[in-house]
């Protein structure tokens, strides 16, 4: 009896079988392979241009710089160009529930495990607890219940159990995109714990890219997900790294001068000039530029190869800033999987998409969408 599942078996399967499809020819070692061989590049040929999925990564500030200046007539421009683009899905800075879940089960495996639960995941955390604890559940079955497809037209009662499975399961995203959509006043809402209700509605009315951004597009696309992407450099490899990377201003000079670099002096002034003009479109438009790109990446990433660290601390922490980069790329790689030959709007800061745009551009069967295309 074999004991290879008989899914695993499958995959099994094909690479015997397309290894043996390539059998050694005599002389075929001495012909000269191309020169750097990209199998993307050679994937890319079979795939159709007009065929492939569309990954457009929109950088963005902090919204929450804004909180008490913000009005929501200031995305209003914002919201037709993406609406224009037709997402199919949108992708979020705000870390997946599994992974919060991993976080949790792991929180003293490091101290950085611990600052990340508490800086990036006590909201999720605290509500998740509150709704395991009134369905009477715990994360994987919420999060097995709340995968399962919402009726069609959703009824309210619907959309508060999916917002409370999705809030279980640790995808706030989710349960907030479900929460917005059903009426108020609706006796459906009325069943929910009035202290929980109220932390719900708390958090739809903060000023970040997910309420203000994401999920109001989503709402007018009629999505049924927000999809969540973040990730984070390797705790494990961060830690020992951390005594020399908060010495590094006494080391070197170069760190304290990034702050005042001109194109941070610059971003400030077109964010004022947009949030006085009450339209944030042309500051966004800017910081999806290709000049800002390169002039971020310079100022932000280049000075941990010019400070020259005796302890190599400076490199170690550019390498995992690309590490996050890598892994936030796979999880969007594997969010197009989900919606092949469609479109993927990611929202994501500014800092982030030149790296996202470089990592998914050389991945096969995809087309990246600059948004300067669809802001103008």
């Given at each position: 009896m074999s004991l290879v599942s008989p899914r695993i078996g499958l995959v099994v399967a094909s690479v015997i079988l397309a290894a043996s499809a390539f059998p050694i020819v005599a002389g075929a070692a001495s012909a000269a392979p191309p020169p750097n061989p990209s199998p993307s590049a050679a994937l890319?040929?079979?795939?159709?241009?007009?065929?492939?999925?569309q990954v457009m990564v929109l950088g963005t500030f902090h919204m929450r710089e804004l909180e008490g200046r913000f009005r929501p007539s200031m995305v209003n421009a914002?919201?037709?160009?993406?609406?224009?683009?037709?997402?199919?899905?949108?992708?979020?800075?705000?870390?997946p529930g599994p992974f919060i879940h991993e976080l949790e089960l792991r929180r003293d495996a490091t101290s950085i495990h611990a600052e990340l639960l508490?800086?990036?995941a006590g909201t999720q955390l605290a509500l998740g607890h509150e709704a395991q604890s009134l369905l009477k559940t715990d994360m994987i079955a919420a999060s097995k219940a709340a995968a399962a497809p919402t009726p069609r037209p959703a009824d309210s009662a619907a959309l508060v159990r999916r917002a409370l499975l999705s809030l279980a399961a640790y995808d706030l995203p989710d349960a907030l995109l479900a929460w917005s959509a059903a009426p108020p006043a609706d006796p459906a809402r009325a069943r929910v714990p009035a202290a929980l209700a109220a932390k719900l509605d708390a958090q739809l009315a903060r000023v970040n890219e997910v309420q203000v951004v994401a999920l109001p597009l989503a709402r007018r696309l009629g999505h049924a997900e927000i999809a969540c992407v973040d990730d984070f450099e390797a705790p494990e490899a961060m830690e020992p790294l951390l005594p020399a990377l908060e010495n590094r201003?006494?080391?070197s000079p170069l760190f304290a001068a990034v702050g005042k670099a001109a194109v941070y002096e610059e971003s400030e002034r077109r964010k004022r000039a947009a949030v006085a003009a009450g339209d944030l479109l042309p500051y966004l438009r800017w910081l999806n530029s290709a000049a800002y790109a390169a002039l971020d990446v310079d100022a932000q990433w280049g000075v941990f190869l010019r400070a020259h660290l005796k302890s190599g601390a400076d490199r170690g922490r550019l390498a995992l800033w690309e590490n996050r980069n890598l892994k936030i790329a796979a999880r969007i790689r594997a969010?197009?999987?989900r919606y092949v030959g469609k479109r993927v709007l990611v929202i994501y800061g500014a800092a982030h998409k030149p790296f996202l745009d470089a990592y998914l551009g050389a991945c096969s069967d995809l087309r990246i969408v600059q948004p300067e295309t669809v802001l103008k």
């Open positions: 890319d040929k079979l795939s159709p241009a007009a065929e492939r999925t914002l919201l037709d160009r993406l609406a224009a683009f037709k997402p199919d899905v949108v992708a979020v800075e705000t870390l508490d800086g990036f201003g006494k080391e969010l197009t999987a």
